[in-house]
Structures are given as structure tokens and as C-alpha cells.
């Protein structure tokens, strides 16, 4: 789905099926077959289930937020204590793919990034409590920056579902007047399904759908790594 919409916009844009070819890293068969297709690719696959899938999060927590810093030990006594009946093996196999990221999250060292003018906005939201028509009530505040110019915008909204997160991105686009060529974003289940380290993330399929739509192309944080984003992503105070 993520080849489909880079070669159609890429395609669009101009470029040849070879250039295309070349950035993209794919045969220009591959290219001219996408190219072709009218209606997004349907890919299916089968996913394996372990004992600890339903654990996961927990275990990320356990192992990589500093307040817990658990070892493999630790972590399975207190699986065991939540209902897990698997043994230790599962356990140390998932800590084996978390140590990578463990060891990002603990650099010090940090390289910041800046982008050319046009290449990268950014999207994120907070919630707020205020008092509307004399009721207290929830608020969402989507916040945009474009990351050269630091130019910001923001909209409100009642609610923060995936309807909502769309319009407010058409929203704050057509404020500035035009669409960067990317836009970095969070890991809400609205934008994004799944961010494993080291994967690809893989993107809802209407937030695809919007990205085409616009022109611009999602990039996904890090997951637990906010510095990504290489600037301080809370716009509104």
C-alpha cells in the first residue's frame, strides 16, 4: 500500500519509471505494475501468536521506562503474578528485540534536524478542560508547525476520533496555503496501526488515503523516542 502511494506520487510528480526505480529501491517491472493499478493493493499475511503477545505492552513499560529498568527475571515473576503461563524463553526473545531501542533511549547524544523550507510539517493535539457555555467541557487543540519557519496553527475540536484528526490536518494544511512534502506525526491509532523498531510502521489505511489526497507522505515517530521529532512538539501552552 505505502510502495503504491510513493510510486503514484512520485509518478506524478514527473519522474521517470527509472528514477522512480532507483529511489525507491524496486525493479521498474515492480513500478510500471503499480503505476497501473487503479485501486489501492490488498495484502494479507499470516501472524504467528505467542503466550506473551497480550503482555507486550507491559513488558516495553517494564523494560524500558526508567522508573521499572527490569531485568528479564523481574519481568517474568511479575507476568506470572498477571496470569502468564508461558516459560522465561518467550520473554527474553522479546528483550532481545527491545535492547536496541533501549540503548537509543539511553544515548545522550541527541543530532537535531533541520529541514528545508516546504519539506516537513508537523502534527500533533492536547487536551484541555475549559468551560463552554458556562459547562465544563473536554476540548481537543490540533496543533500544526511547519519545521523551518516554526509557523504554527492550531484548531479545536469535541472530539479526537479519526474523523476528526483528518479535517483538522485538511484544516490546518489549507491554512498555511499549500502541503508540505511531509508530515511527521505521533503513533495515535488513527494515523498508525503498528511502529516496531526497526519495521517499517504501517499506516491506517484512511490515513493513507488523506495523505494521497493531499500529496504529502506520513512519517512516523519513533515509538518512546519524542525527540524525533527535533523540536519541542508542544505548540500550545
Not at 527509472?18 to 499475511?45: C, F, H
Not at 545522550?108 to 484541555?128: H, K, L, S
Not at 463552554?132 to 469535541?158: A, P
Request: hydrophobic share 40%; net charge positive; glycine share 6%.
Amino acid at each position: 500500500m505505502q510502495d503504491w502511494i510513493a510510486v503514484k506520487r512520485l509518478y506524478r510528480s514527473g519522474m521517470k519509471i527509472k528514477a522512480i526505480s532507483r529511489q525507491l529501491g524496486m525493479s521498474k517491472n515492480t513500478v510500471k505494475k503499480l503505476i497501473k493499478l487503479d485501486e489501492e493493493p490488498k495484502y494479507m499475511r499470516f501472524v504467528n501468536t505467542t503466550k506473551i503477545d497480550g503482555y507486550k505492552t507491559q513488558i516495553r513499560r517494564w523494560y524500558l521506562e526508567p522508573e521499572f529498568n527490569f531485568i528479564g527475571t523481574r519481568i517474568f515473576r511479575e507476568l506470572k503474578l498477571l496470569g502468564y503461563t508461558g516459560s522465561i524463553g518467550p520473554v527474553y526473545r522479546y528483550l532481545t528485540i527491545l535492547k536496541d531501542e533501549k540503548r537509543k533511549i539511553n544515548s545522550i547524544a541527541t543530532d537535531r534536524i533541520e529541514t528545508p523550507p516546504g519539506d516537513q510539517a508537523q502534527f500533533d493535539w492536547a487536551e484541555y478542560t475549559i468551560v463552554v457555555n458556562h459547562q465544563i467541557t473536554k476540548v481537543y487543540c490540533f496543533s500544526m508547525i511547519l519545521s523551518s519557519s516554526r509557523v504554527k496553527d492550531i484548531v479545536f475540536s469535541l472530539t479526537v476520533d479519526g474523523d476528526a484528526i483528518y479535517e483538522a490536518i485538511q484544516d490546518l494544511f489549507s491554512s498555511f496555503g499549500g502541503v508540505a512534502k511531509e508530515l511527521l506525526i505521533d503513533n495515535p491509532k488513527a494515523l498508525v496501526i503498528e511502529n516496531k523498531q526497526g519495521l517499517p510502521p504501517k499506516f491506517n489505511i484512511d490515513a493513507l488515503r488523506l495523505a494521497t489526497h493531499l500529496g504529502t507522505e506520513l512519517n512516523a515517530c519513533n515509538p518512546y523516542r519524542a525527540r524525533t521529532k527535533g523540536y519541542v512538539k508542544t505548540f500550545v501552552m
